[in-house]
């Protein structure tokens, strides 16, 4: 079914793989897990499904002896306003005095950046573990309690949904990756909300960056 998209239609939720999932655990619905190891005879993964690739459960399925998996413990971002993401390679100017025109080669590494735009919001980007937190220390302190979170650091695995829809004949799609981020601003005045900004690149992955197409039943 074709279908313009506009970014109501998308999310972004962010997190990190939980620990393996072995045989007889039951999968939860609408849930992303990464495929660790596929059971060769009865594996619930659909067939040409591949180790380190997401498998967006229905619910209910139960891991089969050799199946292995992690779950995406994501959670979503509603301080976001919006998202973006730029794939590029370097260029190399190749001409020689022969050539009539310029000619270039493209580098074989692509350059993947991307940022994240968001409104200041008190109890969700002053979170501990969010991006805020990956570059400032945070201090909690209530009735008579100090909570200390350092500034983290660490890679974080995003999915950028381009369409969150669950209406069946529709397709949910987003793109998945693992992301560095490379800084934070913020900034306030007048009556004007609160905003702040993240740059990132993709961070190393087995798979790469990939966009997941999930049909709606």
């Known amino acids: 079914m074709d279908k313009r998209l506009i970014g109501s239609d998308g999310s972004l939720w962010a997190g990190q793989f939980g620990p393996n999932l072995i045989a007889a655990e039951i999968l939860e619905a609408n849930r992303s897990y990464k495929i660790v190891a596929i059971d060769e005879t009865a594996s619930i993964f659909p067939i040409g499904a591949e180790v380190g690739y997401l498998y967006d459960a229905a619910g209910a399925e139960e891991l089969a002896a050799d199946d292995i998996c992690q779950l995406f413990e994501g959670d979503q ?44 919001t008190s109890g969700i980007t002053d979170r501990d573990g969010r991006l805020m937190n990956q ?25 950028l949904y381009t369409d969150i829809s669950e209406a069946p004949g529709e397709t949910t799609g987003y793109y998945f990756l693992p992301i560095v981020l490379t800084g934070f601003s913020a900034s306030a005045g007048g009556d004007d909300a609160q905003s702040f900004s993240s740059p990132f690149r993709a961070a190393p992955s087995d798979v790469g960056i990939v966009y997941y197409k999930i049909a709606n039943a």
């Open 77 to 120: 971002l509603c301080d976001l306003q919006s998202w973006s993401l730029d794939f590029s390679k370097a260029e190399s100017d190749v001409t020689v005095m022969c050539d009539n025109y310029k000619v270039y080669r493209a580098s074989k590494y692509d350059d993947i950046t991307g940022g994240l735009e968001g409104i200041m």
């Open 135 to 159: 570059f400032v220390t945070i201090v909690e302190q209530a009735a008579g309690e100090m909570n200390i979170f350092p500034k983290e650091g660490y890679d974080i695995y995003v999915q």
